[in-house]
C-alpha cells in the first residue's frame, strides 16, 4: 500500500527555469510533509516542509504548495540551478503515527545549464 | 556540529551470512531511526527508539533483523542470516524531541550500501 507516490521517476529542466515536482498522498490523516533532496552516496537532507494547516510555504527559490481536497503536494523551484540535480523525496507524517516518516519512491530532477 | 555517522559504509555478502552496521545519531539527539532503501523506492522505517527504549518496530522483520541502542546513543543494526532481498541502503537518522512535533525535522546519515551476493 503505497501511501506516498511520487508518479514521475525523472525530470528534465533547463538552468534559470522554474522545476515543479509533485507528490500525491492516500492517507488522509497525514498533516505534515516535508521534501527531502538527495545527492549521490548521501543520505537525505531536509529542505522544506508544510503543516497541513497552510497551502503555502516559501524559502528563498523554494516553494511548496499543499492542496488537502485533492491529497496532492508540489515543490516549486524558482530559478533552477545546476546545482539542484539530485533525487527529491516527498515524505508524510500522522500524528497519530509519531515521528514516522512514509517517503515517496524520489524524482530524479536533472537542471542542464 | 557533526552529523550523523554511519559505519561501514559499503558492505558485501554472501547470503546466509549475518552483517552488523552501526549509526552514531547527532549529539543530543534522542529518537533515532534505521530506515531501508531499495534501489528506486523511497527510504522505508524499520525501527525508532526513543532514547534506548523500542518506540515502533512494526516493520522489522524480527526473525532476520535485530537492532539495540545502548546507553541511549550509538546504536546497531543487525541481519542474520542475510537474504538476496536484504540488499539495500540502510539509513540512520536522528531527531531532537520525542514526540510528534511539526518542526523537528529528521536528520540523516550517509547511509551503509550492504550488497548480498
Known amino acids: 500500500d503505497q501511501q506516498v507516490k511520487q508518479n514521475s521517476p525523472s525530470l528534465s529542466v533547463q538552468e534559470g527555469r522554474i522545476s515543479i515536482l509533485n507528490c500525491d498522498y492516500t492517507n488522509s490523516m497525514f498533516d505534515y510533509f516535508l521534501w527531502y533532496k538527495k545527492y549521490p552516496a548521501e543520505g537525505p537532507t531536509f529542505l522544506i516542509s508544510i503543516s497541513s494547516i497552510k497551502d503555502k510555504n516559501e524559502d528563498g527559490r523554494f516553494t511548496v504548495f499543499l492542496n488537502k481536497s485533492a491529497k496532492h503536494l508540489s515543490l516549486h523551484i524558482v530559478p533552477s540551478q545546476p546545482g539542484d540535480s539530485a533525487v527529491y523525496f516527498c515524505?508524510?507524517?500522522?500524528?497519530?503515527?509519531?515521528?514516522?516518516?512514509?517517503f515517496g519512491e524520489g524524482t530524479q530532477l536533472t537542471v542542464n545549464p | 556540529e557533526a552529523g550523523v555517522a554511519q559505519s561501514p559504509r559499503y558492505k558485501i555478502i554472501e547470503k546466509r551470512q549475518s552483517v552488523a552496521f552501526w549509526c552514531n545519531p547527532i549529539?543530543?539527539?534522542?529518537?533515532l531511526y534505521w530506515y531501508q532503501q531499495i534501489l528506486g523506492q523511497g527510504p522505508k522505517l524499520l525501527i525508532q527508539?526513543?532514547?534506548?527504549?523500542?518506540?515502533?518496530d512494526s516493520q522489522l522483520p524480527k526473525d532476520r533483523f535485530s537492532a539495540e541502542r545502548l546507553k541511549g546513543v550509538d546504536s546497531t543494526l543487525k541481519i542474520q542470516p542475510a537474504k538476496l532481498e536484504d540488499s539495500a541502503v540502510y539509513l540512520c537518522?536522528?531527531?531532537?524531541?520525542?514526540?510528534?512535533?511539526?518542526?523537528?525535522?529528521?536528520?540523516f546519515g550517509p547511509g551503509t550500501r550492504l550488497t548480498v551476493l
Open positions: 549529539s543530543g539527539h534522542a529518537t
Open positions: 537518522a536522528s531527531r531532537y524531541s520525542w514526540g510528534y512535533s511539526s518542526y523537528n525535522e529528521q536528520f
Open positions: 527508539f526513543q532514547n534506548n527504549g523500542v518506540v515502533d
Open positions: 515524505a508524510a507524517s500522522a500524528e497519530t503515527s509519531g515521528s514516522r516518516l512514509t
